[in-house]
């Protein structure tokens, strides 16, 4: 079984940062593709973020230049330095990933629980 944990949500002021953390845990033969979505109220979860197992990444606009996403493949494990941060960024923030638990299956999508990242104006 793999389970994905988050950590280093908050409230922060405006123009603040975060480190948020997930680290994945279980069974399995490889973590490719990791990402981060959010998801604020009344609004749907969208993509934040994707790195790729070889340090290739990808931003929505939105948080181009303020948002860095990385990852430590020797401690399964992704994070998001969310700097500059604004109030439209508060959202529960998601961390995703496609892992290859057998070498003969394809890989499957797991979410982790979600940590709420709250920003005051």
């Known amino acids: 079984q793999v389970q994905l944990v988050e950590s280093g949500g908050g409230l922060v002021q405006a123009g603040g940062s975060l480190r948020l953390s997930c680290a994945a845990s279980g069974s399995f033969f490889s973590i490719n593709t990791m990402a981060w979505y959010r998801q604020a109220p009344g609004k749907q979860r969208g993509l934040v973020a994707t790195?790729?197992?070889?340090?290739?990444?990808n931003y929505a606009d939105s948080v181009k230049g303020r948002f860095t996403i990385s990852r430590d493949n020797a401690k399964n494990t992704v994070y998001l330095q969310m700097n500059s941060l604004k109030p439209e960024d508060t959202a529960v923030y998601y961390c995703n990933a496609q892992i290859r638990v057998v070498y003969t299956r394809p890989p499957g999508g797991y979410w982790g629980q979600g940590t709420q990242v709250t920003v005051s104006s």
């Open positions: 790195i790729t197992i070889d340090g290739s990444t």
